[in-house]
């Protein structure tokens, strides 16, 4: 949700609104803005291509481009008006910034912040490599993968300890979409219970809007009533019948860290000793993994690799406590924004395996 506004505009754009409203019946929410990343491909003038992440292509739909115009004249409310005419649900204004469309601002907001998400991503990737797009068909495997349901539990309690474990995934949910680790359209937090069972984040509901009652039970293998959970439940839940150990898993697309996920670029967090502490070495496995070979993808997890990156997808971290997982989430994004913010001053050089060595016996004896 860290996202720029644009300055204060009203009235100078109210013909743009109405000249949208008038094209496209079905849009009932506007946003324009000069975000920091859109605006860097306004200025260049291109797309940013939404094969960047599994979800964008569905969330923000096929994007215009309109050339410049003068602001406050009817001339550029016309030229993306006519843009929008041809069924996109967001324009790329030249030299200026963008419009988006919803159903409602919710929706709009959402379609917003995956675009300048998107855009941030490409941009970051393009500073240490080069991004990797996913294919057509890798995307419609993703909108295609959606679990078959588990069946519901004929009856649920909410004990207290149920009840915190809500109210700490709520909360830190908030908190992740505040400090720019997680979007409203992708994410997904769990915390174990007892044994197998855990609590886990519905889906289609946008990530900086989950309540304490959105959460869902998992118990037994079974959902609580009228929910649905996030389709990423059966990765998290192969990962805590196989690690023991773990009893909290953020997945999520932070920016920095993927443009890593998105390039053939190492994220090598032998950077400073608390990186290598908290994360050790961040495997990647290529996408798809987590729709068809989940159980395989839990195996990768142990003490030694709390953290695996998805290629094109996402970050999944793994702690005990939800609070020490989280941790380990912000220093994974510090370090990744520090080796992209390194890369024009020079190459990285990684602590050494003498070094690393000295940090393991200190800070991770067996
Ligand atoms: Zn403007």
Request: charged share 25%; hydrophobic share 40%; net charge negative.
């Amino acid at each position: 949700m860290s996202l720029y506004p644009a300055p204060e505009e009203s009235g100078f754009y109210g013909h743009v609104d109405k000249a949208i409203y008038d094209a496209r019946p079905d849009i009932k929410a506007v946003i324009h803005a000069h975000p920091p990343a859109l605006v860097s491909f306004s200025i260049v003038r291109k797309l940013p291509d939404m094969n960047i992440i599994p979800q964008a292509k569905h969330v923000c739909g096929p994007m215009g481009y309109a050339k410049y115009a003068l602001p406050g004249g009817e001339e550029l409310g016309e030229k993306i008006a006519d843009e929008f005419k041809k069924g996109v649900m967001s324009v790329i204004m030249e030299n200026h910034g963008t419009v988006v469309g919803g159903s409602d601002l919710k929706d709009a907001f959402v379609r917003f912040e995956t675009l300048e998400f998107s855009a941030r991503t490409i941009i970051n990737a393009s500073t240490i490599d080069s991004p990797k797009y996913l294919s057509d068909s890798q995307i419609e495997v993703f909108e295609s993968s959606i679990p078959k349901d588990l069946p519901e539990l004929a009856e649920v309690e909410h004990p207290a300890a149920e009840l915190s474990i809500r109210r700490n995934i709520s909360e830190l949910i908030r908190r992740s979409c505040e400090q720019g680790l997680m979007i409203g359209s992708y994410g997904t937090v769990s915390v174990r219970w007892k044994k197998n069972d855990f609590l886990i984040t519905p889906r289609n509901i946008p990530r900086w809007e989950i309540g304490v009652e959105d959460i869902v039970q998992i118990r037994d293998g079974k959902r609580e009533p009228g929910k649905l959970p996030s389709r990423a439940i059966s990765v998290h839940a192969e990962i805590y019948k196989s690690n023991p150990h773990i009893n909290s898993i953020i997945l999520t697309q932070p920016p920095h860290i993927m443009a890593f996920g998105v390039s053939m670029a190492k994220l090598d967090v032998r950077t400073i000793p608390e990186s290598w502490v908290f994360l050790q070495d961040i495997p990647v496995v290529e996408f798809g993994q987590q729709f068809d070979r989940a159980k395989d993808l839990a195996g990768m997890f142990s003490r030694n690799t709390p953290a695996v990156i998805i290629r094109t997808d996402s970050i999944i971290v793994t702690g005990d406590k939800l609070l020490q997982t989280f941790d380990r989430l912000e220093v994974a994004e510090f370090s990744a924004r520090s080796l992209i913010m390194g890369k024009p001053l020079g190459n990285l050089s990684p602590i050494s395996e003498l070094q690393i060595e000295d940090l393991r016996k200190k800070f991770l004896p067996e």
